[in-house]
């Protein structure tokens, strides 16, 4: 056998023994002190997805759509009732993007408007394409259409029930009457505490 064959096996023991030493010592003490991390898991989030999306499939559910005042914290109109969880105005029937060919590859066929169009793109669940943003739709509980952007205006979807009481601002007349007291103190010459608004003496430096 020729030497060269010989130095491989040795090789290989050298590199697999370099790439354990990579590791980095910090990892090593945290693992040490926190224990090994387990490669098994309860597939928890995956979980709680499936439960969701069985939650949402169910045509009786009543989903309240609140749409909320940026400015006052309150609520902009009154509490919608949906019929089941508002779409997203991304998601439709149809793939975002295909092909409409009869070529062969890595593609889904989706009969559109009469045509197979191929797509890579896969159908969720619910057997809808695409993702939850730009704005929400519904249909309400007495059969009319809705829908919101999702951007600059603040919205919850929820099963809850839940109360939005108007944001209040007063005007503050007793700090403004102390701050007019500390304009006229400072325009004379005077010092302030800036804490309390009050005259005190200045500090000769």
């Not at 439960?51 to 609520?75: A, C, H, R």
């Not at 902009?76 to 590859?105: M, R």
């Not at 102390?178 to 804490?195: F, H, P, S, T, Y």
Request: proline share 6%; aromatic share 8%.
């Amino acid at each position: 056998m020729s030497r060269k064959w010989l130095l491989l096996p040795l090789l290989v023991v050298i590199l697999l023994v370099s790439a354990c030493s990579s590791s980095q010592e910090t990892i090593k003490e945290r693992n040490r002190v926190i224990g090994q991390t387990d490669a098994d898991s309860e597939f928890m989030e995956a979980r709680q997805i499936a439960e969701i999306e069985e939650w949402k499939d169910n045509p009786d559910k009543i989903v309240n759509f609140y749409i909320i005042n940026p400015v006052t914290g309150g609520l902009l109109i009154p509490p919608v009732q949906c019929k089941g969880v508002p779409a997203s105005s991304t998601e439709s029937l149809e793939p975002n993007e295909g092909k409409p060919t009869s070529g062969h590859g890595d593609y889904w066929k989706v009969p559109t408007d009469g045509v197979d169009v191929l797509t890579n793109e896969m159908a969720g669940r619910d057997g809808t394409f695409g993702e939850p943003v730009h704005y929400r739709q519904c249909m309400t509980v007495d059969g009319n259409y809705i829908d919101i952007s999702a951007y600059g205006m603040p919205y919850i979807v929820s099963s809850y029930a839940y109360t939005f009481p108007e944001a209040t601002v007063q005007r503050d007349y007793e700090t403004e009457a102390r701050l007019m007291q500390a304009e006229a103190v400072l325009k004379n010459g005077g010092c302030i505490d800036v804490e309390t608004l009050v005259e005190i003496p200045c500090s000769e430096e």
